[in-house]
């Protein structure tokens, strides 16, 4: 099976940063996902990490650490469309099934 | 318009009665999955779909069943309905592995409610 952790809830100040951490175990990955989730809204695909370091695009980077097992979204310059949840998924070498966390709640004030 | 389309968006019904939720894509995707998602236990996945002829059971496919109807198109059933299967309900699709990243694209959801 795979347990993936992440924080139930953060709250930041608008134009900060915010730092979402994501532990995981698995046999056999495959890559690891972060999605956007606005209440009552579909998630939507923010950032994908197969190879260990950072991927940025624009506010948002991502970090992977596989022998750590860890992995981080960065949220930089937050502003307040960036309230929402923030999901971290896994997906193992067989097939393309993701496993997702619980989920981070983000609370952007102003 | 939406690649991913879900119908209804939102039903409530009674326990014992049969639902279909309805999912269509218009990305060409093979692939499509349902997850089922609740409050602090994130997406959890019900049954998915590599092809017409491939259907497979996720981590909690006790109390349901699909139907792969074609390409675009994928159904979840709830053949008799019961409180604890009150959530929101997704359906996505993805590119074959080796295509892209792999990523999951979401339909709007279905939130069902069983009284």
């Known amino acids: 099976g795979q347990n993936i952790d992440q924080p139930t809830e953060m709250t930041a100040t608008e134009g900060a940063i915010v730092q979402i951490n994501c532990t995981y175990q698995?046999?056999?990955?495959?890559?690891l996902f972060w999605y956007q989730q606005h209440a009552g809204e579909a998630p939507t695909f923010l950032s994908y990490?197969?190879?260990?370091g950072l991927e940025e695009k624009g506010r948002f980077s991502s970090f992977l650490s596989r022998s750590k097992g860890y992995s981080y979204l960065l949220l930089k310059e937050l502003q307040m469309k960036d309230s929402a949840s923030y999901l971290c998924a896994v997906r193992k070498a067989a097939g393309n099934k993701l496993t997702f966390g619980g989920g981070t709640r983000v609370l952007v004030k102003p | 318009d939406a690649d991913v389309t879900q119908t209804p968006r939102n039903r409530i019904t009674k326990t014992g009665k049969r639902i279909m939720l309805e999912c269509s894509q218009t990305k060409g995707h093979d692939r499509m999955y349902w997850y089922r998602q609740d409050p602090g236990l994130g997406l959890r996945l019900i049954y998915y779909s590599f092809d017409v002829k491939d259907i497979n059971k996720g981590e909690i496919s006790d109390g349901y069943s699909v139907s792969r109807q074609a390409q675009a198109k994928f159904s979840l059933s709830l053949e008799s309905a019961i409180p604890n299967q009150t959530a929101l309900y997704f359906c996505?699709?993805?590119?074959?592995?080796?295509?892209?990243?792999?990523?999951?694209?979401f339909g709007e959801g279905s939130r069902l409610t069983v009284l």
């Open positions: 996505a699709t993805s590119d074959r592995q080796g295509l892209g990243t792999g990523e999951l694209f």
């Open positions: 698995t046999s056999g990955f495959n890559g």
């Open positions: 990490n197969v190879l260990d």
